[in-house]
């Protein structure tokens, strides 16, 4: 099949690059001639574990291809994506102006049938919107079908190449036909591809994000309550992630979720909600409480510090929104920067891929370290924000010789309480009891 992804951001290339890998001839068109340059020549603009070798492969076979021209673009497409930016306006409605002015200019291109399909995360009634934009230009056949990305940051071509599930909403049996055809190969295991009307699809994407990020707020507020009766939050989660109804994934603790999708859906959903005159009071909740557990390390660390952190240094670990990513949007560590530095702190970081990201955005606030190891240097105590995979198993002895005193604050639960006990650290983490010395 022939494929046009309009916006070569995260979701374009990746999609882009995926559809390409089952053989689809894929035109990738952005705006950003110095992206498109890079991209054409063979530099890769993300990071995504899994995705360079994919985009080389089909790079070099002329099945992706990397172009300005939308008109040219467009030309001999099937189905026409559009990955473009929704970001939050500023009562935190998803803006539609990227979305909706390359739609007005697909309606001035269009000859013959095709399929528009929204790939971004839109409020309910966009593909309706996409369409009265084309509509305005165009007076031929077409359809507007919406296919909401579930995408994982750092799992996402194993995502979009074995999906759990593909939502696509459409009214219109021609375009039905055609997804089918598309998606065919990715769901060969026997996972489905789920049709529904186009208003469902666009919620099925806030309601999936808006549960999970539900799901774990929830969980933050049992550790909070574990800390305060004594309980362990490990056990209980053992305890109810095994029933199935629950499900053990996305219970863990920790300093709340970030990213570029769950802060941005939840408090879209709550926007759209009000626009019906509906109050959605859980998910206000859950936005109240993911911003306070951002900062729920500060008062121990402060407390174990007398109240007073002016002078204090310290070492941070992870400053991505989670493991294998670069991504440091809405990332629980930028705030424990901001609000140590003003406190009269100073932060020493380490991330094994966000560093670059972190420089251009608060870069004479804190010191870099070239390895997890440097940024221990006098530092007064070890705060870990990301649970890599390499801080899990670290050379404990190296961390005590590093810091000025054994002491860490873990806002992800990374190691275990009788391993720190034994190893004579002060230790406190997220919903378990504390290990103080
Ligand atoms: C999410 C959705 O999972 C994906 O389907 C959607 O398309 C985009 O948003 P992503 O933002 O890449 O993907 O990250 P995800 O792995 O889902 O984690 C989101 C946040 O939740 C992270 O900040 C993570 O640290 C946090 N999290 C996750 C927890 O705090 N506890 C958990 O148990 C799971």
New binding site residues.
Partial sequence: MKITVVGTGYVGLVSGTCFAETGNKVTCVDIDEKKVQKLANGTITIYEPGLEKLFQRNLKEERLIFTTDLAEGIKEADIIFLALPTPPGEDGSADLKYVLGVAEQIGKLLVGYKVIVNKSTVPVGTAQKVHNAIRKNYNGEFDVVSNP??????VAVDDFMKPDRVVVGTSSERAKKLMSELYAPYVRQGNPVIFMDEPSAELTKYA??SF?ATK?TFMNEIARLCELLGADVDMVRKGIGTDERIGKR???P?IG??????PKDVQALVRSSHEVDYDFKILESVMQVNEDQKLHLLPKIKKYFNGNLVGKHFALWGLA??PNTDDIREAPALYIIKALVGEGATVTAYDPEAMPNVKAQVNDIINYAETQYDALKEADALIIATEWNEFRTPEFEKIAAGLKSKVIFDGRNVFDLQHMESLGFHYESVGRKPITK
């Fill in positions: 990305e579930f995408l994982r940051e750092g999936a994000n999970l774990i996305f219970l863990f920790g979720y970030g990213g570029s999708c769950f929104f989670k």
